[in-house]
Every structure is written in C-alpha cells, then in structure tokens.
T-cell receptor, first 113, second 113 residues
Framework: GAVVSQHPSRVICKSGTSVKIECRSL??????MFWYRQFPKKSLMLMAT?????????EQGVEKDKFLINHASLTLSTLTVTSAHPEDSSFYIC?????????FGPGTRLLVL | GNSVTQMEGPVTLSEEAFLTINCTYT??????LFWYVQYPGEGLQLLLK?????DKGSNKGFEATYRKETTSFHLEKGSVQVSDSAVYFC????????????FGTGTQLKVEL
C-alpha cells in the first residue's frame, strides 16, 4: 500500500505557458501532501506543504503566485507552474503523508523551452 | 535545528561486496528515521524506517539500526548487486508534531561487475 502517482511524467512547454502537475494517492487518503523540486545530482528541496481543504504553506523563497497548489480532495493535489520560464525546468516530486511516513510519487520532469 | 549528515559519494563497489553508508543526525528527542532510494530518473522509494531507539529497519537485504547513543542510522547490506546502483537518502521526521522530512544530501552508490 501507500502508492502515489504523478501525471504527467514528462512535459515540455513553451516559455510563458502554464503547466499543471497532478499528484494522486492511489490507495490511501492524504490530508497532507508535499511538493519538492530536485536539481541534477542534488537533494530534494521542499517547496510547499499542501493541506486538503486549506491553503498551502510555502517554504521561504518559493513564490506562491508562481507555483499554485490546490489540494481539493484527500487523494489529489495539483501544482501549477504559471508563466513558466526556462529556469523553472526541473524534476518535481510530490509525496503523500500517511502514518508518520512520506510516500513519494515517481516525479515529473518539466522542460521549459 | 534538525539536520542529517551522510557520507559523500560516489561509493563504488564490486558486486557482492559489503555496503555501509553512514548517516548521523541532529535532532531533539526521538525522531523517526528513514532511508529512501532513488533510481535514475525516478522518484524516491521508501527503503526502510525506524521509529524508536534500537529499532532495526530492514528491506530487500538492507538494514539500518537506530542508535540513539551515537545519533546514527547507518545503512548496510551484506552483498550488493548491480541493480542496487542508485542514490540513497537518509532522512528524519522530528518528534512531536510536524511531518516535514529533513534530508541528507544523498549518497550515490555504483556497483560494478
């Protein structure tokens, strides 16, 4: 149990467009989900904590107007990268929290041209 | 604050060699401790965890023991395989509320024939 999926797995978009990434907990309910960003050969950087039915909590330095997070149900959180630019290209990973453990999705690779 | 320190990689071993990846932590109380593994191009998978002192987490031949006296959670495997080549992250969730993971920087393991 405790499987998390992400969609899409890869996305290429043009600069200035918005991209939505979905994170789903498939076999458990996650009142809390997390969004991370990972640069090549680096550890994960926590971007925000997504809470079902309330506003996300963003880490210092993360622009909340650029990275919109919605957690409308107990199994789905979405991250929208608005007006994406090449510097937003990265590997985005989400996780769902259950029984004192975070379970991670497979990641979404975003390339902004 | 909380922190996790891992040995720097890459660690290169021959198949069937013994593996140790060191991990020490700084945190108050009794945090929960985790090892996650990340295969190339994928998200993180929970490898094992321990939630109290002297607990041993184990999975797929990997083991780690929660040592409160040395604040350590070293990862070991008796005989590594080429398929174990990946990046390994040590992490903790602090005691008493809060569900954010604090990660180490990751240790890359390369296993050669």
């Amino acid at each position: 149990g405790a499987v998390v999926s992400q969609h899409p797995s890869r996305v290429i978009c043009k600069s200035g467009t918005s991209v939505k990434i979905e994170c789903r907990s498939l076999d458990f309910q996650a009142t809390t989900m997390f969004w991370y960003r990972q640069f090549p050969k680096k550890s994960l950087m926590l971007m925000a904590t997504s809470n079902e039915g309330s506003k996300a909590t963003y880490e210092q330095g993360v622009e909340k107007d650029k990275f919109l997070i919605n957690h409308a149900s107990l199994t789905l959180s979405t991250l929208t990268v608005t007006s994406a630019h090449p510097e937003d290209s990265s590997f985005y990973i989400c996780s769902g929290y259950r029984q004192e453990t975070q379970y991670f999705g497979p990641g979404t690779r975003l390339l902004v041209l | 604050g909380n922190s996790v320190t891992q040995m720097e990689g890459p660690v290169t071993l021959s198949e069937e060699a013994f593996l140790t990846i060191n991990c020490t932590y700084t945190a108050t109380g009794y945090p929960s401790l985790f090892w996650y593994v990340q295969y190339p191009g994928e998200g993180l998978q929970l490898l094992l965890k321990a939630t109290k002192a002297d607990d041993k987490g184990s999975n797929k031949g990997f083991e780690a023991t929660y040592r409160k006296e040395t604040t350590s959670f070293h990862l070991e495997k008796g005989s590594v395989q080429v398929s174990d080549s990946a990046v390994y992250f040590c992490a903790l969730i602090p005691t008493g509320g809060g569900n954010k993971l604090t990660f180490g920087t990751g240790t890359q393991l390369k296993v050669e024939l």
